[in-house]
Structure formats: C-alpha cells, structure tokens
C-alpha cells in the first residue's frame, strides 16, 4: 500500500530550500524572468518528500505525479549543481503532466544545501565532495520509494541536466531496472578520481538501456569532439543509444531561467525526450 504523501513542515531549512527563487536565480544571474515556465500543480499530487537512503537517514526530494491511483510510469529527474531548485520542480511538473510520476532526490543533501548558496565556489565545494556510488544508491532507493507511491517501476526512466545528465549515463550503467534515459549537456569524459572513477565514455558498453544524449554544439565546456569519442564507443558496443546536437545551442540551453536558454532547442529537446521514454516503454505507449 503506498504511504500516505505529506508536506513537510515548514522548517528554517525548508524556508530555503523551497523558497529557491533567491537561491538559484542568485547563483545563476541574470535571471530570464520573460522565458521561466511555469507549470501550474491543478490535477496533480505535487509534495515536497523525506526518501529513506542507507545508513537510516533520508534525503529531501521532489514528487509530482497526476491525481489517481495509478500506478503511473517513473522518472527520476536528476538535478543541476544548482540542487532541486524551482526549475527542476517545474520539470517534475511537466513530466506529471504527461502521466508520468516524477521523482527529484536531494543529491547533495549528506555534503551540504546548495539551493540557499549564492557564490558559485561554494556551490562547487560541496558538490565536489559527492561520490558516484553514493548517487547510485541513492536513486536505488529513490527507485524503492516510487515503487510505494504508485509509480510503475517496470517503466523506469531517467532525465538529467548537466551534472545530472553525467548521472543519467552512469545510473543507465548501473541499475538493470532503467528502461531508457535521456542526458542533457552532461560530461561523458573525464579525469578519473576517487570520488568519480568512471565516465560516461568507460561505461559505454555496459549501458543496460538506450540513452538520449541532447546536447549543444556550442558548448564550451562539453566540445563536440568529446561527445565524437563517446558516441564512437556506443557504435563499438552495438549501444542504440545516440545523440542529437543542436549546432547553435550553449550548454544548459534547456534552463529557462538563465540566458543560456535556446526555446526552440528547449522545446524540440523535450519532445524528443518524451518519444525516446515512450519509444523505449516509458509511458502510455510502451510497455516493458
């Protein structure tokens, strides 16, 4: 029987977190206030959530599914370094509003808050010191906690932007239960640390499901000569999973409330993302 959903009391911490319209648009200015969406909650369960974890503490996350019993297809919405900000509620929203349960987890949340940070070092402090395989178990049991509020796991997707999008590759790569993933602008090479010994790159082979990658031509820090090297693994592994580049687009072209935003490569990046969920079962079309 799924638990019964209940906002958490308004707390000093909650204040910040989920009073996130100083927090986040301070780390990123300027603000785009003319181009941020804004998907209204009538007709959908929308609740800020406690997800149990390891070591029997719980994280902070993000819920919105439509109204009804269910049990709705999952997607697990996986942050910027900006943390489960409005904007990545606004997407749990979005995704609701396509029949979707969707799930944001508080990634950070054991290193530190971020939603409340306006200096951008520090912001980076703190996500610096989050390991890979403490990301993996916790969306593990961010998948558990769907499974008991009528979300359909045997239709498990997953979406992430940027430091989320990395997550998005090496989760696919991690989990048997995803379905399909779609990775926006997210690093697929790098420096292997202790904290972060695999790419998106070494794990090309062992994705266990088709993976979307949209990125931006004009991203600086992700050159399309990388993105060259990961899609040339997924060819060597057989993989479908692929990319589709928008030649003009920055990184973060999908963030309405920054100046990087592209709207037609936004708009176009989410159709694509909801046809490669249901072309891949998940969703109304599929099924696993």
């Known amino acids: 029987m799924a638990e019964e959903l209940r906002p ?3 707390t000093r911490r909650r204040f910040l977190v989920t009073s996130a319209g100083a927090g986040f648009a ?3 200015q300027p603000i785009r206030a003319d181009t941020v969406i804004r998907t209204d909650s009538a007709g959908l369960v929308v609740v800020d959530v406690m997800i149990p974890v390891e070591d029997g503490i719980e994280i902070p996350g993000y819920l919105a599914r439509p109204e009804g019993e269910g049990p ?4 697990l919405v996986v942050q910027e370094i900006f943390g489960v900000h ?3 509620k606004d997407v749990c929203r979005r995704f609701a509003r396509e029949g979707y349960l969707a799930l944001a987890p508080e990634l950070f949340h054991r290193q530190g808050e971020v939603s409340g940070l306006t200096d951008f070092e520090a912001i980076l402090a703190i996500v610096r010191q989050v390991p890979d395989q403490q990301v993996m178990t916790d969306l593990d049991a961010t ?5 008991g509020q009528h979300g359909n796991v045997a239709q498990l997707g997953i979406t992430g932007f940027c430091w989320g999008g990395r997550i998005t590759w090496l989760y696919a790569a991690h989990s048997e239960l995803v379905t399909a993933g779609v990775a ?3 690093r697929v090479t790098g420096e292997a640390t202790t904290l ?3 790419h998106a790159v070494d794990v090309a082979a062992d994705l266990n499901a088709p993976v979307l990658g949209l990125y931006g031509g004009q991203d600086t820090g992700i050159p399309m ?3 060259a090297k990961m899609q040339a693994a997924l060819e060597a592994a057989q993989s479908p999973s692929t990319f589709h580049i928008y030649p003009d687009a920055p990184h973060a072209f999908h963030a309405d409330y920054r100046p990087s935003y592209r709207e037609a490569a936004a708009r176009d990046g989410w159709q694509r993302a909801l046809a490669w969920f249901r072309e891949h079962g998940v969703g109304s079309t599929g099924q696993r």
């Not at 998948?143 to 499974?147: F, L, N, P, Q, T």
């Open 86 to 88: 409005e904007h990545i």
């Open 72 to 75: 709705f297809p999952v997607v």
């Open 143 to 147: 998948v558990a906690y769907a499974a």
């Open 26 to 28: 301070l780390a990123v």
């Open 225 to 227: 000569t990388e993105v």
């Open 196 to 198: 972060q010994p695999y």
């Open 8 to 10: 958490l009391p308004l």
């Open 184 to 186: 926006w602008y997210g």
